[in-house]
């Protein structure tokens, strides 16, 4: 089912097309489709040891495949998880208009909410991961400052809150958001961010967090990487994971605001075309109000 009204048709047919002419010495793998809850690209594994990577829509298919690469080079020799390798930089074509990619493959697979069966050791996998990412000297860097202010997002929130009618409590959600605004702004230093720390975009190996895919050149609020406190770990592992990362008030408030708008956006926006998305916003929301709830 198609998740965005603008989405580009992406099939093997197209993706054979497309190597065939850009990357010849790969076009007679076996190519098929990887079943994926993302929503940013469509993945089909090649071969064995190989994934292609598509943009489903053209305004996200820009043309930062080679610097984001060189940018994952420079991390991976701070981080103890693995992150993607670029094989091959695809170019937009008259058929299709975006950049993409040829990674290499990484095995594992996505941490399920409420089925992870020690938390707590994946609480201590993503403290250091996240701690790790964060003290990463990057002067010097290309990154790409994100608002360090929820403010900026206040209209966003509530245009999707006002969509959340018999899906959440909306007076609740709305209360918890204006306690996440008026926390203060960051103001220390920009760290290098993931910014998007779901589960879709971790992978698990031998219940160990193994590799962090799909990444931009972010740097910015620490909080931001926070939120998948919300996302995968019970009350008593996000108060183990803030204590691992040293996180104080105002940075754990910002990023239970930012975990909720992710949340309030995704549930009416996915309901009906990914399940999962729609799943796992709706638990993020409810772990948040019952934090609210409790102080």
């Known amino acids: 089912m198609r998740m965005h009204d603008d989405e580009l048709t992406i099939d093997d047919a197209l993706v054979r097309r497309l190597l065939s002419a850009q990357f010849p010495e790969w076009a007679d793998l076996p190519v098929r489709r990887f079943a994926s809850n993302g929503t940013v690209n469509a993945l089909y594994r090649l071969g064995s040891s190989m994934l292609v990577r598509l943009p489903l829509l053209e305004q996200w298919g820009g043309t930062e495949v080679v610097a984001e690469d060189v940018w994952l080079r420079r991390l991976a020799g701070h981080l103890s998880v693995r ?114 720390l779901l589960p879709g975009n971790l992978l698990m190996l031998n219940g160990r967090l193994s590799a962090v895919i799909d990444w931009s050149r972010y740097i910015g609020d620490p909080a931001r990487d926070l939120i998948v406190a919300w996302y995968l770990l019970p009350r008593v592992d996000r108060d183990r994971f803030r204590s691992a990362v040293a996180a104080d008030d105002a940075t754990w408030a910002r990023s239970r605001g930012m975990a909720l708008l992710k949340g309030v956006a995704a549930l009416p926006y996915y309901r009906e075309t990914n399940p999962t998305m729609a799943d796992n916003a709706r638990r993020v929301i409810g772990a948040i109000l019952a934090d609210h709830a409790g102080g």
């Open 83 to 196: 992150t993607p390798r670029l094989l091959g930089a695809g170019c937009a074509t008259a058929e299709y208009p975006c950049t993409w990619s040829v990674l290499e493959w990484l095995d594992g697979v996505n941490p399920v909410p409420g089925e992870v069966e020690d938390t707590e050791r994946l609480a201590d996998d993503l403290a250091s991961f996240v701690t790790q990412l964060h003290a990463i000297d990057h002067s010097g860097w290309d990154g790409v400052g994100l608002d360090t202010s929820l403010m900026g997002a206040d209209a966003d929130a509530r245009y999707w809150i006002a969509q959340l009618s018999g899906l959440a409590e909306v007076d609740a959600v709305t209360a918890a958001w204006e306690s996440a605004i008026s926390a203060p702004a960051w103001a220390g230093r920009r760290v290098v961010l993931h910014s998007d």
